[in-house]
T-cell receptor, first 112, second 114 residues
Framework: SQKIEQNSEALNIQEGKTATLTCNYT??????LQWYRQDPGRGPVFLLL?????KEKRKERLKVTFDTTLKQSLFHITASQPADSATYLC???????????FGPGTRLSVLP | KAGVTQTPRYLIKTRGQQVTLSCSPI?????VSWYQQTPGQGLQFLFE???????NKGNFPGRFSGRQFSNSRSEMNVSTLELGDSALYLC?????????????FGQGTRLTVV
């Protein structure tokens, strides 16, 4: 079955460093990947989208890569801040429609 | 513009009962998807509606059903509730015209089955 894995359940980094989160998918060829942020008690909030024919996308301090050979996406937050502390979800979407397959999420803590 | 609105925010039901959750999407959005989120399973896709038709369906039993109205508002129904149905139910809306569009999530309905 389609499966999305995120390498760490939790990640602690020091303020100012770059956080790198990993998303791997198996039995799946998503047309694109999305990354969302979720704070406790709230719904996920969209951050970035990358299509299978794109290698890299950037938005302010965020960068996402998509490697279809490795079946992997990397999500980077540069110059991390304590306000970046949240759970980050990788989502794979394939084909037409909004059938999203979510990864389990990585809980990021940025320590001051 | 107003975001995705889910009602009610919290709900407590007894095993065997049924429940209906409501979702009002962002104005102009025609796709509404429903998800179940639990600590053990994460976010799992239930189904998606587009222009009043179910377009995609996840792997949930038939006790879980939904519908969408002509104004794109959607309802989700769970019958014969089980303890394991306790979860945060999230609704997301999008334009839905192509797969590569971001989804906007509501705050969710926290369902507790006792």
């Amino acid at each position: 079955s389609q499966k999305i894995e995120q390498n760490s359940e939790a990640l602690n980094i020091q303020e100012g460093k770059t956080a790198t989160l990993t998303c791997n998918y198996t039995n799946y060829s998503p047309a694109y990947l999305q990354w969302y942020r979720q704070d406790p008690g709230r719904g996920p909030v969209f951050l970035l989208l990358i299509r299978e024919n794109e290698k890299e996308k950037r938005k302010e301090r965020l960068k996402v890569t998509f490697d279809t050979t490795l079946k992997q996406s990397l999500f980077h937050i540069t110059a991390s801040q304590p306000a970046d502390s949240a759970t980050y979800l990788c989502v794979a979407v394939g084909g037409y429609g909004q059938n999203f397959v979510f990864g389990p999420g990585t809980r990021l803590s940025v320590l001051p | 513009k107003a975001g995705v609105t889910q009602t009610p925010r919290y709900l407590i039901k007894t095993r065997g009962q049924q429940v209906t959750l409501s979702c009002s999407p962002i104005s102009g959005h025609r796709s509404v998807s429903w998800y179940q989120q639990t600590p053990g399973q994460g976010l799992q896709f239930l189904f998606e509606y587009f222009s009043e038709t179910q377009r995609n369906k996840g792997n949930f039993p038939g006790r879980f059903s939904g519908r969408q109205f002509s104004n794109s508002r959607s309802e989700m129904n769970v019958s014969t509730l089980e303890l394991g149905d306790s979860a945060l139910y999230l609704c997301a809306s999008s334009l839905g015209l192509e797969a590569a569009t971001e989804a906007f999530f509501g705050q969710g309905t926290r369902l507790t089955v006792v």
